[in-house]
C-alpha cells in the first residue's frame, strides 16, 4: 500500500454515577423505556440543571489517569442541534474549556492481528463532559426514543490523529478501556452502550506531511468492529485515490454484518452547533490542592500491576496479561496471591480451572462461592503435600459448588494423601501383580509403561498416594 493512514478516535464513555448528569433520575441500564426520566432530562421549559458533583469528579480522575493537564476553569456550553434523540434541541456539553487537555496513552506489545506495535505515545486532545441523549431503535420503518438514556454522564475522549494503523487503534481502544474500569469511572460494557467508538480516518501518500481528507465513521459498537472499519476503509479510500478520484470530507456509518461502510450525511464544522456558555450553569474551578488530593486517590493501572505480579509473584508476562484483563479478577488475585505460599500456583488455578467454570456458568468472580482466601488454603493444602494435585481437583469441585472450606471437604471426605511409606508400598506390589504384562513391557526397556503402572496405582489407593512416592517405589520394586 501506498498510502499512510491517518487515525484519531472520539471515544464516548458513560460515567458510573448513581443519578444523572444534570438531574437526580437514576443512572441505570435495562429499565422499562421511559420510565427514569423527569422534566429536566426530557427538557421541559423552565427546568434548570444541577451538575452532578461526582461526575464532575471521575472526569478529572480520568485525566489524571491518561496523564492531561486540568483545566483550573471551565465550563459547560450548549451545543445545538435537531434530532429525536436530543428533547431540549440542544446538548449540554463543553466546547473551548474542557477540564482535561494534552494528555497521552501508551501503546506497546501486540495488536489485535498479533502484529508488533511500535512502542509510541498517542495524545489525547481532551476529555471532556456532556449528558447523552436519548437512545433511538429503528425497526421496520418505524423508530422508538427511550429518553432513560437522556442526560446520563458521558465522557468523550478525543486522541491526537496519531494512529497509522487498525491494530494501534484496537490497542488505544483496549487500553482506554482498562484505564476506565481500573479507575472506576466506567464498567464500559459495549453491549450496553457504556463505550462508543467514532474513527476519524485519511490516507496520505507516504511521505507526505499534511493529512488527507478527513472521513468519520460511525456506530462503531466493538473493538473488533472498530478494527474492521479501519481496515475496510482504508482500502476504499485507497481504491478511491488510485482511480483518480477525490475524497470529500462526509460522516459514514459502519455495517458490520455487511463488513462495509455506507455515507450518512456530510460533516457538520463546528460552527454549525452554534456553541455558546450555558446561561443555567455556573464555571466549574479547581485548585491546585483539590486536584493533588484527587491524584492521591488515583489506583494502581493494569500495566504496573502487571510488572508487579510477573516480578513479585512470579508470574509470567501471558499469565499476568490474562488476570489483569479484568480489574475484579486481577484484585481477586491480588488477594488471593497474598495470602498463599505460592502466587504462581494460585494464578494456574485461576486460570485453568476458576475462569473456566465461572465462563461455563456465567457467573462473576466477585460472585463466585469460592473466596480468595479458600483458593489460597487448597493451594497450601497441595503445596504442603497435605492433597496431591488430582484430589485437588475434586476439592476445587465441591468448593464451586457449596463454597466449603477446602480442609473441611478433605476431613469430610477422607481424602488426604497417603504418604506412609509401607502403605505405598503395599499398594505398588498389587499393582505390580495385577498387571504382569505390562511389567514385562517396562523391563524390557519400555520406559512410557510406567505412567500406566503410576495410574494402576492410584487407581487402587482411590486417588490418595502420593504420586512422587509411588514413582519411587514402582522404580525401587522393578529396577
Avoid at 476506565?180 to 462508543?196: L, P, T, V, W
Wanted: glycine content about 6%; some cysteine; charged content about 25%.
Amino acid at each position: 500500500m501506498k498510502y499512510e493512514a491517518v487515525i484519531g478516535l472520539e471515544v464516548h464513555v458513560q460515567v458510573r454515577t448513581a443519578s444523572k448528569m444534570f438531574c437526580s433520575c437514576p443512572n441505570r441500564y435495562g429499565a422499562e423505556p421511559n420510565t427514569l426520566v423527569c422534566p429536566v432530562c426530557l427538557g421541559y421549559p423552565g427546568t434548570l440543571p444541577v451538575p452532578n458533583h461526582e461526575a464532575i469528579l471521575k472526569a478529572v480522575r480520568a485525566g489524571l489517569l491518561t496523564e492531561c493537564t486540568i483545566a483550573k476553569f471551565s465550563k459547560f456550553d450548549r451545543k445545538s442541534y435537531f434530532y429525536p434523540d436530543l428533547a431540549k434541541n440542544y446538548q449540554i456539553s463543553q466546547y473551548d474549556l474542557p477540564f482535561c487537555t494534552a494528555g497521552r496513552l501508551h501503546l506497546s506489545g501486540k495488536g489485535f492481528s498479533s502484529a508488533e506495535l511500535p512502542d509510541k505515545y498517542i495524545g489525547i486532545t481532551r476529555i471532556h463532559l456532556e449528558e447523552d441523549p436519548a437512545k433511538l431503535t429503528h425497526a421496520g420503518g418505524v423508530s422508538g426514543a427511550d429518553y432513560n438514556r437522556s442526560g446520563v454522564p458521558l465522557l468523550e475522549v478525543v486522541s491526537e490523529p496519531d494512529m497509522r494503523s487498525a491494530d494501534e487503534a484496537y490497542a488505544y481502544l483496549t487500553k482506554l478501556k482498562e484505564i476506565m474500569q481500573y479507575g472506576g469511572i466506567s464498567d464500559c460494557d459495549m453491549e450496553k452502550g457504556q463505550m462508543r467508538c467514532d474513527v476519524n480516518i485519511s490516507l496520505r501518500p507516504f511521505g507526505q506531511k499534511e493529512f488527507g481528507t478527513k472521513i468519520e465513521l460511525k456506530n462503531l459498537n466493538s473493538f473488533r468492529a472498530a478494527h474492521r472499519a479501519v481496515e475496510y476503509e482504508m482500502w476504499r479510500q485507497a481504491d478511491i485515490l488510485d482511480k483518480g478520484g477525490s475524497m470529500k470530507q462526509e460522516t459514514r456509518g459502519w455495517n458490520d454484518d455487511a463488513g462495509e461502510s455506507y455515507l450518512m450525511r456530510t460533516k457538520e464544522e463546528a460552527h454549525d452547533y452554534r456553541y455558546f456558555p450555558d446561561p443555567d450553569l455556573m464555571p466549574v474551578t479547581f485548585t491546585d490542592e483539590e486536584i493533588d488530593a484527587i491524584r492521591k486517590t488515583l489506583p494502581e493501572l493494569p500495566g504496573a500491576m502487571r510488572a508487579r505480579f510477573v516480578t513479585e509473584c512470579g508470574l509470567t508476562e501471558y499469565d499476568a496479561e490474562v488476570l489483569t484483563a479484568d480489574r475484579s479478577v486481577a484484585a481477586w488475585f491480588d488477594q488471593a496471591a497474598k495470602l498463599s505460599k505460592s502466587p504462581k500456583l494460585v494464578a494456574n488455578w485461576i486460570i485453568s480451572e476458576l475462569l473456566r467454570l465461572l465462563g461455563e456458568e456465567k457467573v462473576a468472580i466477585d460472585e463466585c462461592k469460592i473466596t480468595p482466601a479458600t483458593l489460597a488454603e487448597l493451594v497450601d493444602l497441595i503445596e504442603n503435600k497435605t492433597i496431591n494435585g488430582k484430589i485437588g481437583k475434586e476439592v476445587f469441585a465441591e468448593m464451586f459448588a457449596t463454597g466449603k472450606a477446602p480442609a473441611a471437604i478433605v476431613k469430610e471426605k477422607g481424602l488426604v494423601q497417603v504418604s506412609d511409606s509401607g502403605a505405598i508400598a503395599q499398594v505398588v506390589t498389587d499393582a505390580i501383580n495385577a498387571n504382569p504384562a505390562q511389567v514385562e513391557q517396562y523391563k524390557a526397556g519400555n520406559a512410557k509403561v510406567l505412567q500406566f503402572l503410576v495410574g494402576q496405582v492410584m487407581k487402587l489407593s482411590k486417588g490418595k498416594a502420593n504420586p512422587q512416592l509411588v514413582i519411587a517405589e514402582l522404580k525401587k520394586q522393578l529396577d
